[in-house]
Nanobody, 111 residues
Framework: QEQLVESGGGLVQPGGSLRLSCAAS????????MCWYRQAPGKQRELVAI???????NYAENVKGRFTISRDNAKNTVYLQMNSLKPEDTAVYYC?????WGQGTRVTVSF
């Protein structure tokens, strides 16, 4: 059974950066399309970024140009580099692949 473990969240000031990581335990990680989602307090979970097994990416409009999704198949890990963070990026961030979900990592953007 696949397990996904996120890390890298924390408190950052507006304009700052964070890099989230999602480590997968399975042996066929490289075959999966991987996604990052987020859920802000009182809001529905939303798709933030997606990366296919071939490395094609797509982003939500409100993070384009600021966030970058990448993957390292040798390490079974997908990343989300977040730059120019805004208070509205505050949320719990989850990775998902092949319908498996991580437990989430909290990102707070505030002074």
């Amino acid at each position: 059974q696949e397990q996904l473990v996120e890390s890298g969240g924390g408190l950052v000031q507006p304009g700052g950066s964070l890099r989230l990581s999602c480590a997968a335990s399975g042996s066929i990680f490289s075959m999966y399309t991987m996604c990052w989602y987020r859920q802000a307090p009182g809001k529905q979970r939303e798709l933030v970024a997606i990366i296919t097994s071939g490395g094609s990416t797509n982003y939500a409009e409100n993070v384009k140009g600021r966030f970058t999704i990448s993957r390292d198949n040798a390490k079974n890990t997908v990343y989300l580099q977040m730059n120019s963070l805004k208070p509205e990026d505050t949320a719990v961030y989850y990775c998902e692949g092949n319908n498996y979900w991580g437990q989430g990592t909290r990102v707070t953007v505030s002074f």
